[in-house]
């Protein structure tokens, strides 16, 4: 059982150079997530997405476009990376209730990303 | 809206000592409470999770919190540590009801085991 996929691992970019991240669960789960993880700021949300179909801003949305391909793929795109782009981006899934905060988050192993 | 603290960013035990990593968190009413665990290079896996019933809740690899309304708390707590519990662990709290489902971190502490 895979769980949550992310590619690739790891990725050095030039300044204005456009990539994008992918994300893909296994576990039918109706929500998706992206962050990202910089030493001493703990896990920020870039962007979620509730059910397939819908996209929402998170905390720090501003550089980045996502997009929910189907219930099982969930994509990450800088179009223009710039140097604080630089850091650990982490995709997430999960079944939360419905107007609910009982919502377990399963992780992918996350991908380095590193804007010279 | 809620919010985390963790009010250490790192924790350095010996191996075989007893751990205690503090959490508290902010929020008008009973909320859900989360220990994740992030090892090197890897990404985070759920420890334990309170929701409800017995404040004392038991988690994987030997690890449990209690629930103290309060104080407005959820500490881990870990008897014996082993050297690979080295590794970063976030706490997180969820609102019971209202407002946004996704779960607040807080920003980790690390935890640094002498052999």
């Known amino acids: 059982n895979a769980g949550v996929t992310q590619t690739p691992k790891f990725q050095v970019l030039k300044t204005g150079q456009s990539m994008t991240l992918q994300c893909a669960q296994d576990m039918n789960h109706n929500s998706m997530y992206w962050y990202r993880q910089d030493p001493g700021m703990g896990l920020r949300l870039i962007y979620y997405?509730?059910?397939?179909?819908?996209?929402d801003k998170g905390e720090v949305p501003n550089g980045y476009n996502v997009s929910r391909l189907n219930k099982r793929e969930f994509s990450l795109r800088l179009e223009s990376a710039a140097p604080s782009q630089t850091s650990v981006y982490f995709c997430?899934?999960?079944?939360?209730?419905?107007?609910?905060?009982?919502?377990?988050?399963?992780f992918g192993a996350g991908s380095r990303l590193t804007v010279l | 809206a809620q919010s985390v603290t963790q009010p250490d960013i790192h924790i350095t035990v010996s191996e075989g000592a007893s751990l205690e990593l503090r959490c508290n968190y902010s929020y008008g009413a009973t909320p859900y409470l989360f220990w994740y665990v992030q090892s090197p290079g890897q990404g985070l896996q759920l420890l334990l999770k309170y929701f409800s019933g017995d404040t004392l809740v038991q988690g994987i690899k030997g690890f449990e919190a209690e629930f103290k309304r309060s104080q407005s708390s959820f500490n881990l707590r870990k008897p014996s540590v082993h050297w690979s519990d080295a590794a970063e662990y976030f706490c997180?709290?969820?609102?019971?009801?209202?407002?946004?489902?996704?779960?607040?971190f807080g920003r980790g502490t690390s935890l640094i085991v002498h052999p």
């Open positions: 997180a709290v969820g609102a019971a009801s209202g407002g946004s489902y996704i779960p607040t």
């Open positions: 997430a899934s999960s079944e939360p209730k419905p107007y609910s905060g009982a919502n377990v988050l399963t």
């Open positions: 997405s509730a059910s397939e179909g819908t996209t």
